[in-house]
């Protein structure tokens, strides 16, 4: 079971490493652009209509609070508020005793408490596909009653009985859960899983085929079928060569679950308040049961199945076949764990990790590929713990650092050293924001660059990089205009829509290792890791000679702490290696025990099975259960003294770093979704549009100016108005979250969200209760784009949110608000800005109880 869990976090979409920018993001958006919708004239009172693509700066900025979560999977969701509850009254002692609760209705599952309510009234929505199923019900409903009433000889009757039969698959077409389990059952059961896992192509051809059906087959567009077979697909992709048929089944398995599930419970189980009990719990049991287990030497090891198994000497030790025992504390970290043993005889056990028996030495070198790396900077002007950006230099070497005063002249940074090649590249300590570009207005050559707080001097070398209009890119000389604005002498070309940063660039003069090099050995196949202990036998050399700590370079090389000297670091005489002595074991049997005892362990295991998928043999929360008990059995039985908090350490990094993730699909129908298709607002709006559709479709026929599209432009008109209460309810339906598309972060894609809000919707901004004319307003859509910086403008800077802070820009689109512009009339209001965000907790699970 753990053997398969393993294979399966090594896949590409069961993640076995948490995203590092988990947890909750809150912060602003401060808005300081417009695209422009009047049409102003010029100086000759000739109407210039500006580019509706790109905004302009505007005279003053507006804000908007941006809150954001990002889970273990590194998908984002935007929110409209979130609150901070503790799962125990009066208990916060850490991010294991509170919850992010971002849906309302959950509330009364937490004890009474005042709690932190992070909200932001500038985002609302509510769920497009309710809107869109009252829609879809309207729009077949109104063609079918216009062709209907085209023909000779129709009624009310003949009509409004076919806009009915047109509308009423639409009911069954809405219930999106319902055609998904459907899909599930008929084209990929677990049966089916298996064959795909097995490599059948048939049925993994056949239930795409399915899969493609249930997206396009009606308005809901649902994805999940075809999201869940690609995943399968990379999951299996993504085993190790040596997976055995029965892992490659469990694999897919799990994953197929992982979309099967209608509600996030694995995630939710994994984040709950009973795995944080169970770790602390068992962590306090492990520890006094290993503390009651008095650790055993080992004298020595030995080969064993010609070199496949390492043989432990112990004398007298006890053991049985079968027995689970931990060793630890050994010079050679690869045998250090937990295993099943296989007795020898009374004096000896083997466990089956392949023996290192050390070996001859070939060769003695300078070793220059360490860390810090310096570099020759005159006048630098830098001081220790400033941060500074290397570019267009080696790879290695290119991003964020951070500094280290040498002197006057040189700093170092935290990186290995590669080389000093030609091409060194800049760095660059102060950067900003790029919000526009105007021409000069004394009309000579130059752009206005606009650049809030940008903090520069006349004559000061810059750098632009980034922006979409090449001729801006480069290094160029400012003229200062006002703390938020300066020029460049180049010819204006417009204002980009990709902005770009600017930066003061200072050249590299060199890059150069530490003055004080170790010593790089040759050993061929040496098996070791770093921080591994050796012993150096016959070596011409009296330094080398001893016990050493190694630094792995690759499987056949690695480092000792022993600084080179040319003169004499090669000896002719090199000598050899073995490993150091030592180490101890334990049995686990008790420690084992002494957790089953626990109540907390076998509430998790009930739990975890009253998580699985059954119908897909699910075994992931299990074994993310069983993975949590051996961390702790491992940081338990394995130190000469246990201490629970280490042991509650190990557990809690290994939930973060090991237990498997599953991205699972994009969207899933929402509670308010579902609760609405099945509510009598929606199934009874089948009969009403379509004898409002016939009603008014044979009314408009017979008006001697009407065509086939103005009946049924009546029609449909007609269905919605009488469908104003089911569109009121659909209005109804919320979302707590809108999963964004992209990923979050510098190193990502950026991210990406469509805001809808509907017509009916009560926060839109058209309704007005008191008006009679307003009680219906427009459906608004809200395209909004963050783009991340590489980095911080400010990085130095404190934060009101938290420690983790992150920059970029923020781009919006709104349709709904105004008519559409531009020539092809598809271009909204454009509004843009910058975005600075705080990580407020790293819990990476919402609604987690």
């Known amino acids: 079971m753990l053997a398969c869990c393993a294979l399966v976090a090594s896949s590409g979409t069961a993640l076995s490493q948490s995203s590092p920018y988990r947890g909750l993001w809150v912060g602003e958006a401060t808005l300081g652009a417009v695209n422009e919708v009047a049409v102003p004239l010029d100086a000759n009172n000739i109407p210039r209509a500006p580019d509706p693509n790109v905004p302009t700066p505007t005279s003053d900025a507006a804000s908007l609070r941006l809150i954001l979560h990002v889970d273990a999977a590194g998908r984002t969701s935007l929110l409209k508020q979130v ?22 209705r959950l509330y009364g599952s937490f004890p009474p408490q005042a709690a932190t309510r992070i909200s932001s009234v500038a985002f ?82 056949t239930a795409r085929t399915a899969a493609n059906a249930l997206r396009d087959g009606s308005f809901y567009k649902d994805t999940r079928g075809v999201e869940m077979l690609d995943a399968i697909v990379a999951t299996l992709a993504g085993l190790p060569a040596s997976a055995t048929q029965a892992q490659k089944e469990q694999a897919a398995l799990n994953t197929a679950a992982a979309f099967a599930e209608a509600t996030p419970d694995y995630d939710g189980f994994l984040a709950g308040e009973l795995l944080g009990d169970m770790i602390s719990e068992a962590a306090a049991a492990a520890t006094t049961a290993a503390n009651g287990i008095a650790p055993k030497a080992i004298s020595g090891f030995q080969t064993a199945e010609s070199g496949a198994s390492t043989a432990v000497v112990s004398a007298g030790h006890g053991l049985q076949t079968g027995d689970e025992v931990a060793v630890f504390g050994t010079a050679v ?360 559709a016939a009603t008014a479709a044979l009314k408009e026929k017979a008006n001697l100016l009407a065509t086939p599209a103005s009946i049924k432009d009546k029609a449909q008109q007609a269905a919605l108005e009488v469908l104003a209460p089911a569109q009121a309810a659909a209005s109804r339906a919320l979302l707590p979250q809108l999963r964004m598309t992209g990923s979050f972060g510098p190193d990502g894609t950026g991210l990406a969200a469509e805001i809808v809000l509907p017509a009916n919707h009560p926060t839109n901004p058209f309704r007005h209760r008191r008006h009679p004319d307003h009680t219906t307003g427009f459906d608004i859509t809200r395209r909004v784009k963050l783009s991340f910086l590489p980095t911080d403008p400010q990085a130095n800077a404190g934060g009101p949110y938290g420690v983790d802070r992150i920059s970029g820009i923020y781009d919006e689109e709104i349709f709904g608000l105004h008519k559409p512009l531009g020539p092809n009339k598809d271009i909204g209001l454009k509004v843009r800005g910058s975005f600075q965000l705080h990580r407020v907790s790293q819990i990476d699970t919402l609604n987690g109880r």
């Open 83 to 104: 609150a901070i509850l503790g799962r125990k009254a009066g208990i916060q002692e850490s991010e294991n005793d509170i919850s992010l609760v971002t849906d309302e």
């Open 124 to 205: 609302d929505f509510g769920d497009a596909k309710a809107a869109a199923a009252v829609n879809q019900v309207a729009e077949r409903a109104a063609t079918a009653a216009a062709t209907a009433a085209a023909q000779n000889g129709a009624t009310q009757a003949t009509v409004a009985s076919a806009a009915q039969t047109a509308a009423a698959p639409v009911i069954t077409q809405a219930d999106a859960t319902a055609a998904f389990n459907t899909f599930l059952q008929s084209s990929l059961d677990a049966a089916k899983v298996k064959a795909i896992a097995n490599g059948n192509a048939a049925t993994l051809n």
């Open 333 to 692: 970290s690869a045998y250090n764990g937990i295993y099943k043993i296989v007795r020898i005889d009374n004096d000896r056990f083997r466990f089956p990790v392949a023996f290192r028996p050390g070996g001859a030495i070939g060769s003695y070198a300078a070793f220059n590929a360490i860390a810090p790396l310096t570099i020759e900077s005159p006048g630098h002007g830098l001081k220790t713990g400033d941060w500074i950006m290397i570019q267009d230099s080696l790879e290695s070497y290119n991003g964020k650092q951070l500094v280290t005063k040498v002197d006057a002249d040189h700093f170092s940074v935290d990186l290995p050293f590669e080389s000093d090649p030609a091409e060194r590249g800049v760095w660059a300590m102060r950067s900003g924001e790029i919000t526009g570009y105007a021409g000069t207005e004394s009309g000579s050559v130059g752009v206005k660059i606009t650049a809030p707080n940008h903090g520069l001097n006349n004559g000061t070398n810059i750098e632009i990089r980034g922006s979409s209009q090449a001729a801006y890119n480069g290094v160029k000389t400012i003229t200062r205009i006002d703390a938020d604005s300066f020029s460049i002498p180049v010819a204006f070309a417009g204002n980009p829509s990709v902005k770009g940063i600017w930066e003061i660039p200072v050249a590299i003069k060199k890059f150069t290792p530490p003055t004080v090099q170790p010593v790089l050995i040759s050993a061929p196949n040496h098996g070791l890791a770093s921080d591994d202990r050796i012993v150096i036998s016959g070596s011409g050399n009296a330094a080398y000679n001893g016990e050493q700590v190694v630094t792995v370079v690759n499987a056949n090389a690695f480092t000792i702490a022993v600084p080179w000297v040319a003169a004499t670091g090669n000896p002719a005489v090199k000598g050899s290696w073995a490993p150091a002595s030592g180490g101890k074991w334990r049995k686990t049997a008790a420690i084992r025990s002494a957790l089953d005892q626990i109540a907390k362990v076998s509430q998790a295991r009930t739990s975890a099975l009253n998580v699985k998928v059954t119908a897909y043999s699910d075994t992931r929360a299990p074994d993310a259960v069983e993975q949590l008990l051996n961390a702790i059995v491992l940081a338990t039985a394995t130190e000469e003294t246990p201490l629970a908090t280490q042991a509650g350490k190990a557990a809690a990094d290994a939930l973060a770093s090991s237990v498997a993730r599953y991205m699972g699909p994009t969207s899933t129908p929402s509670i308010d979704y579902t609760s609405f298709v099945h509510s009598s607002e929606f199934t009874g709006s089948v009969a009403n549009a379509a004898a409002a």
